[in-house]
Structure formats: structure tokens, C-alpha cells
């Protein structure tokens, strides 16, 4: 069972919005902080955003702050990610992730517990 499933990648032109969504599979998978990360061809894996266990705080990547915006609907299992002024270099696999007990970090690949397998998105200039 896959714990965290992404929706809503695809190709736009740059300046562009997209929305990508992330649903878990169990209410367990969404307890505490989580977040988006992203990795383009031949780069490492890059944090986008996080969002705490209540929503009430939000960290963003220097690349991305001011253009995306992470949010959360605890009843329903889901953070999203809304994208705006899309440029090309945004051009990446955007994966999901969720922790598993409480840390105070959430901009790290390794304070993550759950990944969901990745939804591509392109931007094309």
C-alpha cells in the first residue's frame, strides 16, 4: 500500500499555475508535519515546502517563496501545493512526504518518514 499518492503534475507554459495535491491512504500517514520535495534530472532531491501537524506553520525553499504555497485539509488526508508564475527550472518530479512521529524539522529529506511515489511537472518556456 502506498502510503501518500501525488495528483495534479503535467506540462504548462512558463508564467503558469498547477495545483498538486497529495492524499494518504490512512489518517495514521498524515499525524504529524509534512511536505513537498522535488528533483530534476541529475540534481538532488530539493525541499519545496512543509506544513506542521495543525497547518499553523509553513516553511518554504528559497527558489520558491512568494510563487507556492502549501496548505493542508486534516479531515480529508491532503496537503496541496499550489504553484504560481511557474518558470522552467520548476521543471522537476515533485514527491510527497509525511513524518511519521513529531520533529520540529521539516525542511530535510531525512525528517521524512512516507513518500509518495512522485507526480511529474514541466515547464516550458
Known amino acids: 500500500q502506498v502510503p501518500l499518492v501525488e495528483s495534479g503534475g503535467g506540462s504548462v507554459q512558463a508564467g503558469d499555475s498547477l495545483s498538486l495535491s497529495c492524499t494518504a491512504a490512512e489518517r495514521s500517514f498524515t499525524d504529524y508535519g509534512m511536505g513537498w520535495f522535488r528533483q530534476a534530472p541529475g540534481k538532488e532531491r530539493e525541499f519545496v515546502a512543509g506544513?506542521?501537524?495543525?497547518?499553523?506553520?509553513?516553511y518554504y525553499g528559497d527558489s520558491v517563496k512568494g510563487r507556492f504555497t502549501i496548505s493542508r485539509v486534516i479531515a480529508t488526508k491532503t496537503v496541496n501545493l499550489q504553484m504560481n508564475d511557474l518558470k522552467p527550472e520548476d521543471t522537476a518530479i515533485y514527491y510527497c512526504a509525511s513524518q511519521r512521529v513529531y520533529r520540529s524539522g521539516l525542511t530535510t529529506s531525512n525528517e521524512y518518514d512516507y513518500w509518495g511515489q512522485g507526480t511529474q511537472v514541466t515547464v516550458s518556456s
Open positions: 506544513i506542521s501537524r495543525t497547518g499553523q506553520f509553513t
